[in-house]
């Protein structure tokens, strides 16, 4: 099993930064818009901790304690690609003991009343938001990404502990529904846990996209046996320290570590139940392992995202929101915006504004507030946002800004860049890039805005931006995609935890958040229980007689408005 936005490995040696230059992109013969000394896009102060002081071997030794891992791996910093930190690494009979551990404790955790399993999320929702400094630093550290965007995953995991803890008595109580035979049958809907959940968590979001993930399974019922991307599991493992310490028995939550090949095929090989964040082609299979064992699963996949800019937005407010839909976390986020549809219109005084804002963004290593973007996660990304950039210049599209690797920052990073005049078949154009990169198109009519969004196979998140809300809602009904924010790019959707979020088409099976987000870690079971009378002749009637009654009283059941 193979993810291609999973790096998994160590990622390549830093390049010297005395002999690498900037690539010419703009065909102009200079070094492009981020030439160092000519672009604002310059390193943001540095931070006062370094990666020593962060991550301790005290700290390693405690966070992978219990971590079922028999060989040995390592992550790697984003930042400058050298080591964090020494690492257990499970092999498939690892698995196996990871799950037996789950199994043996869940039983006794499903039988805890739901109000206590629902206070153990509370409580650590209090634990995340008081001691979010610990996990910003471990998360700008592993991703790369600058603090307030790593800040977001705290934000999210806070809404999501918040709203599973008060609602998960709810959303799990047994349901009373009207029976075959109103007064004579009896019916209730109950709610299993499924049992051990396997998770695969990719590396972009280590914190929100593990144990946020993980928080409704925990509240249903299960054990969850988790597998984190190697290069940020540091992250994962200091949520599930914090976890225990908020009330959740050890052996409930068990992690392994390793490959994607060789450790997560056993995840879904064991599992009961598989959830799943990551590239289209690997969902893909994760979803044929579970179908061969006749599991679920929930599978979160790729985007091409769609940000559609009607003639009468505000501009500036438009341009704006588009630096954040475009450039969060590096354009490394499953609901970021990589195609941008402007109304002619407006095209040229758009593209100004948010030209101009993106080459004033600032790039750096801090571990403080203050850069606008972090690195690229590591060579394979950096790899395929060079060539979407390169390929789509030498077909004749135009750099409006960016176009540049940064190594004089870091190894991996990469300018926001916005590209003009993009055509199929260039690989931008259709392929998921996963960076710092939007592509420009111009439209003339709504049809045609609709037409040209909705033309990809991926429908995971969209963008409509317009001063009349009445309009911007209704063409985000017209988009085919799992969510639709209008005014903002993708934030607003994702935090309204109470509705479901997921993909359509290309972009994945089943819903995060809402009564979906829980409901899917359980097995429905209806009691119906039959009283005073069988379902069967009775009372001296014959079988024509029995026939007859039972059709006069469905017929009376629709006048009455049963349901």
Not at 127 to 135: H, I, K, P, Y
Not at 334 to 341: N, W
Not at 421 to 432: I, K, L, N, Q, S
């Amino acid at each position: 099993m193979t993810d291609s936005q999973a790096p998994d490995k160590a990622p390549d040696k830093a390049p010297d930064k005395a002999t690498d230059k900037a690539t010419d992109t703009t065909g102009t013969g200079k070094a492009g818009t981020g030439t160092v000394g000519t672009n604002p896009l310059a390193p943001a102060p540095a931070g006062v901790r370094t990666a020593a002081d962060v991550v301790t071997p005290e700290l390693v030794a405690h966070l992978t304690k219990g971590v079922v891992g028999s060989g040995r791996t390592a992550n790697h910093t984003p930042y400058t690609g050298e080591k964090l930190a020494d690492l257990p690494e499970s092999t498939p009979e690892d698995v196996a003991e990871a799950y037996e551990r789950a199994r043996a404790a869940q039983h006794a955790w499903a039988a805890t009343p739901v109000r206590q399993r629902a206070a153990v999320l509370l409580r650590f929702h209090d634990l995340v938001l008081a001691r979010q400094a610990e996990v910003l630093d471990l998360i700008q550290l592993e991703t790369g990404k600058a603090r307030l965007h790593a800040h977001e995953e705290v934000l999210a995991v806070a809404i999501a502990a918040r709203h599973y803890g008060r609602t998960a008595p709810s959303y799990l109580r047994p349901k009373r529904h009207t029976g075959a035979i109103p007064v004579l049958t009896r019916v209730t809907e109950l709610r299993h846990p499924r049992g051990v959940v396997g998770q695969i968590a990719p590396w972009n979001y280590p914190l929100e996209l593990s144990v946020g993930d993980a928080l409704p399974a925990f509240a249903a019922g299960n054990a969850v046996v988790m597998k984190p991307d190697t290069e940020t599991c540091l992250t994962a493992l200091w949520a599930r320290d914090l976890l225990i310490e908020a009330g959740l028995p050890a052996g409930v939550f068990q992690v392994v570590l390793g490959d994607g090949p060789v450790v997560g095929p056993e995840v879904v090989r064991h599992a009961d139940y598989v959830s799943f964040t990551g590239s289209t082609r690997t969902g893909r299979e994760v979803a044929q392992g579970a179908a061969a064992r006749l599991v679920g699963v929930s599978l979160e996949l790729g985007g091409k995202n769609a940000m559609v800019v009607l003639e009468d937005a505000d501009i500036d407010k438009a341009a704006a929101g588009a630096v954040r839909a475009c450039f969060s976390s590096a354009g490394q986020l499953c609901i970021s915006v990589e195609r941008l549809y402007v109304h002619e219109a407006i095209a040229d005084a758009f593209l100004e504004r948010f030209a101009a804002r993106t080459r004033a963004m600032r790039l750096g290593t801090s571990l403080a507030y203050g850069a606008d973007m972090g690195s690229l996660v590591g060579e394979r990304q950096l790899e395929t946002v060079t060539r979407h950039v390169e390929e789509a210049v030498a077909k004749g599209a135009k750099v409006l800004a960016g176009g540049v690797a940064r190594p004089d920052i870091g190894p991996y990073f990469y300018e926001p860049t916005i590209l003009d005049g993009v055509e199929a078949p260039m690989a931008v154009c259709a392929e998921e890039t996963f960076g710092p990169v939007v592509s420009i198109y111009r439209f003339t009519t709504e049809d045609e805005a609709v037409e040209r969004a909705n033309s990809t196979p991926y429908g995971l998140n969209s963008s409509v931006w317009t001063k009349d809300g009445r309009r911007g809602r209704a063409l985000a009904a017209r988009l085919r995609t799992g969510t639709v924010n209008v005014n903002e790019g993708y934030a607003p959707a994702y935090g309204s935890v109470r509705s479901p979020m997921g993909g359509m088409k290309d972009s994945g099976l089943g819903r995060r958040h809402g009564s979906e987000g829980i409901l899917k870690y359980t097995e429905a079971q209806t009691v119906a229980h039959q009283r005073l009378l069988p379902m069967a002749p009775s009372l001296g009637m014959d079988h024509e007689q029995y026939a007859t009654f039972m059709s006069r009283s469905l017929k009376a059941m629709k006048m009455l408005r049963f349901r």
